[in-house]
């Protein structure tokens, strides 16, 4: 009996270390796994269930990043940086929330106080600047850093952009103790983008898409949607609303009468108004416009616009990029579409990281610096869509990589990568890094040039070339990939690209693009109130007269039905039959002689 108990156990034994080997399950102790708690929005990381790549692997450069569209999972790799390089077993819970008012509510019910500490259930959640500040006022959130030169989370701080940090230094709220809280001492921004139009320029009028009114034209009619949010929403109403206060603006800005931080501090004013005035106009034109949209939307409005069944989509510039990436994927390059951000001004957002109180510090921290390393940005940057704040020569390069315009030049076999086509040889060049004279020699025009432009096959191999004469726009973005201050250290960074309002402009808007946005700020619960009361009208619309008097007539006649009936009733016209009356108890003996 003992000899049949030891071989069942061998037998045992043996099919765990095969099941360890053959399926990767591990049955070691989980005392030392440390456990980090991360709430983000849906679909805003890199992830994939068939690319859990390992660090040493990534590191070694023998996994070609994007190969056939394929998406490194930045969580499992965090994963294994922390295994392989800390020597530390993390293990992340990812969970995901689709606005931020959910995320808001499930942090609020999980709220716990044991001996005046109060804790959340998560450790990193990714709110937008909005909520953050509203977080912040009601004493939510952790310091970023424990320490005054902020080394806990310097990775962030070496290269996020100077203007995204900048930006953040200037959003301060009042707490509910009366102090004065900025958004830089508690979190770090994650995402960042414009919000506009997403339009068809084939089938809409490219000049009227440049100002809010676009929805409004009746040549579009039923083609539109808007966001199904009151904050959102309500920026577009403004711009509407206030369209001639805002060119006047506009106006004085591009004399010189104002400077810049003057002209967005006018828009910021504006685009920030929630006085009972400004409300009711933006619920009047929004009621307006109710009958004029396709409808409102979310998420569904990528898809409806890349699909064709809409022409005109209000929305996120990170957004944006996927639609114009899907039509022109799904029409295999035919459907091509535009986005751009209303003259009169628009929203600029931000999504950052911050920790809950009670949060593991130190693990949050740790993954707010994987973040972001650049390679770590370009990785999201790439599967979001979305603009990271991650700045410096490698995400220039990065966007470079994706938009910038290369051409051929002539050139022979010693050069190591030339590339042969048709028996001569030619040298792939980015036409940001040739030389005046060079492109003097090219230049058609001003501004347009005859270009040899590569052709590319399915893995990026050059194939061939049309000789085109193009337009080449040059956007300055070193405002942007700038991680230092003007001065010492300030580099040029000049996009040039043959598309204008496309995915390059739409995630990297120049500076006239930038002057004319503004954060919206974080409003009271008033003025939520009074916004909220004003959106639900507007989407009922305005009922006519004759729809009213129709609905109150139904009502009065089912009252009057009712009241005929209770009477008819009274008078024994409509009998009543109680049924229990009739009803009779049958035994079993008399069943059986039924």
């Given at each position: ?291 004029r949209l396709y409808g409102y939307e979310v998420d569904s409005g990528k898809k409806d616009m890349a699909q064709g069944k809409i022409l005109i989509n209000f929305a996120w510039s990170g957004d944006a990029v996927y639609t114009m990436d899907f039509a022109e994927e799904m029409s295999d390059g035919e459907v091509l579409l535009e986005y751009a951000v209303p003259e009169e001004g628009s929203n600029i957002f931000f999504d950052g990281w911050a920790m809950p109180k009670g949060a593991n510090k130190e693990l ?231």
């Open positions: 009996m003992k000899k049949i108990f030891s071989i069942i156990i061998a037998v045992i034994m043996c099919g765990a270390i095969v099941a360890y080997s053959l399926l990767g399950l591990d049955f070691s102790d989980d005392s030392d796994v440390e456990v980090l708690r991360v709430y983000n929005w849906e679909e805003y990381i890199s992830e994939s269930d068939d690319n859990k790549i390992e660090w040493s692997d990534y590191i070694s450069g023998d996994y070609e990043l994007f190969k056939d569209d394929e998406y490194i999972d930045l969580v499992y790799l965090f994963e294994s940086y922390c295994r392989e390089v800390l020597h530390r077993n993390v293990r992340v819970e990812y969970s995901t929330f689709g606005t931020n008012e959910n995320m808001y509510n499930e942090l609020n019910l999980s709220k716990k106080e044991v001996g005046g500490r109060v804790s959340y259930s998560y450790d990193l959640v990714c709110p937008s600047e909005y909520m953050l500040l509203k977080m912040m006022r009601e004493d939510m959130l952790e310091p970023l850093s424990d320490s005054s030169d902020r080394s806990d989370v310097s990775v962030y701080d070496q290269n996020s952009s100077e203007y995204i940090r900048s930006l953040f230094k200037g959003l301060k709220i009042r707490a509910e103790d009366g102090t004065e809280k900025r958004i830089y001492d508690y979190a770090t921004c994650y995402m960042w983008g414009t919000m506009g139009y997403v339009y068809n320029p084939e089938l809409v009028d490219a000049e009227a898409a440049k100002h809010w009114s676009l929805l409004w034209d009746d040549r579009y009619t039923g083609g539109g949607t808007i966001k199904d949010s009151v904050r959102d929403s309500y920026i577009l109403a403004l711009g509407y609303v206030y369209k001639e206060e805002l060119d006047q603006l506009k106006q004085k800005y591009e004399k010189g009468e104002i400077s810049s931080a003057d002209y967005n501090a006018a828009l910021t004013e504006v685009y920030n108004r929630t006085d009972e005035e400004s409300v009711d106009k933006a619920g009047k034109v929004l009621t307006s416009l109710k009958d949050a921290r740790l993954f707010i610096n994987f973040l972001s390393r650049p390679e770590s940005a370009a990785l999201n940057m790439n599967y979001i869509g979305y603009t990271s704040s991650i700045a410096g020569e490698y995400m220039f390069e990065n966007a470079v990589d994706w938009y910038g315009t290369y051409l051929l030049l002539d050139s022979d076999e010693t050069d190591e990568e030339a590339v042969q086509l048709d028996g001569k040889y030619y040298s792939e060049v980015y036409f940001g890094d040739l030389d005046e004279d060079v492109k003097n020699s090219l230049m058609v025009s001003d501004g347009v040039y005859k270009l040899k432009l590569p052709e590319y096959d399915d893995e990026d191999n050059v194939v061939g070339f049309t000789e085109e004469e193009v337009g080449i726009f040059a956007t300055d973005l070193s405002y942007f990939f700038n991680t230092v201050p003007e001065g010492e250290g300030y580099t040029d960074y000049v996009m040039y690209t043959v598309d204008t309002g496309r995915q390059c402009e739409t995630q990297y808007p120049g500076l006239e693009v930038i002057n004319r946005c503004t954060v919206m700020k974080c409003f009271s619960d008033d003025e939520i109130r009074s916004l909220n009361n004003m959106w639900e009208t507007s989407k009922v619309g305005d009922a006519s007269l004759g729809k009213l008097l129709l609905a109150i007539g139904i009502v009065i006649l089912i009252i009057v039905a009712f009241a005929v009936i209770i009477v008819l009733y009274r008078k024994d016209v409509i009998k009543h039959v109680n049924t229990h009356k009739n009803l009779k108890l049958i035994s079993t003996e008399e069943i059986e002689n039924l």
